[in-house]
């Protein structure tokens, strides 16, 4: 037995094997309520944790919904639900999975989608953190499946319009194959933690994942705007904000997503130089298609709004951070802010790479920061495991970082610790 070691488990053979369709066939896609019932009823007389996933239309949709549910439990097979034809009605279902442990790969993107169907798991078992957790460097699904089972899957589909009906029969084959393994993995990872000895801090990061709630709504999403570091002024900025707020609502309305409503550079290009009128605007490259030529007067609006506000009505072209400023410009700024961050990061990098752990997972890099930036008025090793419980961390990361973080924030610029 090895305890907190590297991976040992290599594949079944030297060649993976190719794995291009389910082993019993692609499933028909469930779209009415009959075979809803029928498929519920096999979920519910299976054994054993269920594999779910889902997929989604997020280059070509608004929403985050899912478009198809892919499930899988031994007894009962491979089931691809379509949300969309059943009308979100999914009763049946919902009850089938109550007290079932759920099996997902990079559960946070999948969770959100399924809680909008009233679909929460009572157990989780994230086969992508496990991976992380084991000490494996590449934890994608095909690659954790080929190491670790032997198995090459087909993949290719993953950012495909899963908005679009009827679904094409190799999509099918790509989204049943998701979940063809995904129990058998989570065993041999569940036997990989076990060996090493982490079984136990695993298990809690999936009940923290499990349980936590959906992130705050985001202040000024119109900040993220890509190449928005070239609007430099606050009135460029205010017709930044403007068109994106447009564009927002309007992607919102048709359920299409803002990128191809109207791109980011789009919104960059009139943002130093609003144009006089409409047909300045559709002057300009990205607007002469004939899309953006039925919205011109819609964009010619916003931009004339964000001109005409008064100064005080204009966005903060520095707004205060949320947070730390960047790293980087800890030194000048508080020069013993920066020794404790450096020598909390040499001594968790330390620590993570005994572990075979990255070290973000040992304890979460904004955590870090921010306790280091503002630490607490006592340092003392108890304190320290109060703040990293307040801000989040689990308590298998504050038993193996507490102390560290406790000797790191006596760190000074002149090289003192105490």
């Not at 494996?136 to 670790?148: D, M, N, P, Q, Y």
């Not at 609006?301 to 072209?317: C, F, Y």
Request: a negative charge; proline letters at 9%.
């Amino acid at each position: 037995m090895s305890t907190h070691g590297t991976p040992t488990t290599e594949p079944a053979s030297s060649e993976p094997v190719p794995l291009t369709v389910p082993r019993d066939g692609t499933p028909p896609v469930i779209t009415d309520a009959a075979a809803l019932r029928r498929a519920a009823d096999a979920i519910a007389a299976g054994t054993g944790p269920v594999a779910v996933d889902t997929e989604r239309a997020s280059g070509y949709r608004y929403s985050q919904r899912a478009y198809l549910v892919q499930l899988r439990r031994q007894g009962a097979g491979s089931m691809l639900v379509d949300p969309v034809a059943l009308g979100g009605r999914i009763d049946p279902l919902i009850t089938a999975l109550e007290n079932t442990e759920w099996v997902l790969h990079a559960a946070s993107q999948d969770l959100p989608c399924l809680a909008e169907l009233n679909l929460r798991p009572a157990v989780l078992f994230d086969t992508e953190l496990a991976g992380r957790l084991a000490g494996f460097e590449r934890v994608a699904l095909g690659t954790l499946v080929e190491r670790l089972l032997g198995y090459r899957l087909e993949k290719g589909h993953g950012a495909a319009d899963w908005s679009m009906r009827p679904l094409p029969d190799d999509w099918l084959a790509y989204a049943a194959l998701d979940v063809e393994l995904l129990v058998e993995l989570r065993d041999e990872l569940e036997s990989q933690l076990r060996e090493q000895g982490k079984l136990e801090w695993a298990l809690e990061e999936f009940e923290a994942l499990r349980t936590a709630p959906p992130p705050p709504p985001r202040k000024e999403p119109w900040r993220r705007t890509s190449g928005i570091h070239r609007a430099r002024s606050a009135r460029a900025l205010a017709v930044v904000r403007g068109l994106w707020e447009s564009r927002d609502e309007l992607a919102r309305q048709r359920d299409v997503a803002p990128g191809r409503v109207l791109p980011d550079s789009a919104i960059i290009s009139v943002a130093a130089e609003p144009p006089a009128d409409e047909r300045a605007l559709l002057a300009l490259p990205v607007y002469r298609g004939r899309a953006q030529r039925k919205l011109a007067s819609r964009w010619m609006r916003a931009i004339r709004d964000a001109t005409a506000l008064s100064r005080a009505e204009l966005p903060d072209p520095s707004p205060p951070p949320d947070g730390p400023p960047p790293p980087s410009r800890w030194a000048d700024k508080d020069p013993d802010a920066a020794a404790r961050l450096s020598a909390a990061r040499t001594e968790l990098t330390a620590t993570a790479e005994r572990l075979k752990l990255p070290v973000e997972n040992l304890l979460q890099p904004d955590l870090v920061r921010r306790t280091c930036w503002e630490p607490p008025e006592e340092t003392d090793v108890d304190t320290v495991r109060e703040t990293l419980r307040a801000g989040g961390a689990r308590e298998w990361q504050i038993g193996l970082t507490a102390e560290t973080l406790s000797t790191a924030l006596r760190a000074s610029a002149d090289g003192d610790a105490g």
